[in-house]
């Protein structure tokens, strides 16, 4: 279905409309939700999120972007507000509610049954999240739309609202934050 | 190029987004280095496990999940006819007032309590014995005893 057309019928309210968008969108939005917050429930839960917000405000979509650019646009804001409201919340949880051990848990908990290799393929996942969580924010927001989401640099401009040096200049950045942290990591695997 | 150069050029030169240059630099470089060589296949297979962990498969139950709460939120947050109702502004004013209430009155204890004099109306629990004055004249000497 053409873009324009797709849209005219959300602004209607048309039903069907909506189910082919989230058909169309549902995959790169959970992708995109697992690359920035890493816990498939939380995941889901914030592209749940993502669609209902398409829905109640398509009527704000004047169509100056893509429709795909939009969308992310609004994925990537609610995972960093859910990435915000997790660290405000850290507060006030207990010590074993936290997600990054929620995660430790998950690798931890079938350990028993795992062969070593598929136990070392988790932490070393867990480790390059932890790396990736680690940068900045604009850092991050560009290496996982363009390396984990394949998006090109102009499409990662556009979703972040920025120029296409920019978007370069923070992905070199992110590569040799990144590097750091894998090395740092490597290295005390190896000690 | 030396191993440092090189680190910071491998996850661009494993992307295939450097230039021409730098990657016939980081080549050479890995062909006689083997500890680079040796974290470029850790860097490799790392970043290709976050590639695959993410990847997702289309959930036919996913459109019915997002109705399902689009019409919840739809149920439980439609806003009201006209702005706010007078309920809940009279709400907004009275939160506010009865917790400022509240914590002038806890001030106003404390400083009661902080100041209030020690007094003690009840009895003494223990009572003290008066400790006798030792009179010499009236105590048996030592050697009288003793003789005894």
């Not at chain 2, 860097?43 to 019915?64: G, I, M, N, Q, S």
């Not at chain 2, 007032?97 to 109306?121: C, K, S, V």
Request: charged share 30%; glycine share 6%; net charge neutral.
């Amino acid at each position: 279905m053409h873009e324009k057309e797709m849209t005219d019928r959300l602004r209607e309210g048309d039903e069907e409309a909506f189910r082919e968008l989230v058909g169309e969108y549902q995959v790169r939005v959970m992708s995109l939700c697992l690359s920035m917050l890493h816990l498939r429930e939380e995941a889901e839960d914030v592209a749940q999120e993502v669609f209902v917000e398409v829905y109640r405000s398509v009527g704000r979509f004047r169509g100056e972007s893509r429709l795909s650019t939009w969308i992310y646009r609004i994925a990537v804001n609610k995972c960093l507000n859910q990435i915000r409201h997790r660290q405000r919340r850290k507060w006030f949880l207990l010590p074993g509610q936290l997600p990054e051990k929620q995660r430790q848990e998950e690798i931890a908990a079938p350990a028993g049954d795992l062969p070593s290799a598929e136990i070392e393929r988790q932490q070393r996942l867990q480790r390059l999240w932890q790396a990736i969580d680690a940068l900045p924010e604009n850092q991050r927001k560009a290496f996982v739309l363009s390396r984990m989401e394949d998006l090109s640099y102009r499409e990662v401009a556009d979703i972040m609202g920025t120029t296409l040096p920019a978007v370069e200049s923070l992905l070199q950045r992110a590569r040799i934050n990144l590097q750091q942290k894998l090395w740092a990591f490597y290295k005390k695997e190896r000690s | 190029m030396k191993c440092k150069q090189c680190h910071k050029e491998l996850i661009t030169w494993l992307e295939g987004s450097a230039s021409q240059e730098k990657r016939e630099a980081v080549e050479a470089h890995l062909a006689v280095c083997a500890g680079c060589r040796e974290f470029a296949g850790y860097l490799r297979e790392t970043l290709a496990l976050a590639a695959a962990e993410v990847k997702v498969e289309e959930d036919p139950w996913f459109y019915t999940r997002v109705k399902a709460r689009l019409t919840w939120k739809t149920q439980t947050t439609a806003p009201p006819a006209r702005g706010k109702s007078s309920g809940q502004a009279l709400a907004g004013l009275l939160q506010p007032a009865f917790f400022t209430l509240l914590l002038l009155l806890g001030i106003y204890g404390g400083i009661r309590l902080g100041g209030a004099p020690h007094r003690q109306n009840h009895p003494p629990l223990i009572t003290e014995a008066p400790v006798p004055w030792m009179d010499e004249m009236n105590a048996e000497p030592l050697e009288t005893f003793l003789m005894q």
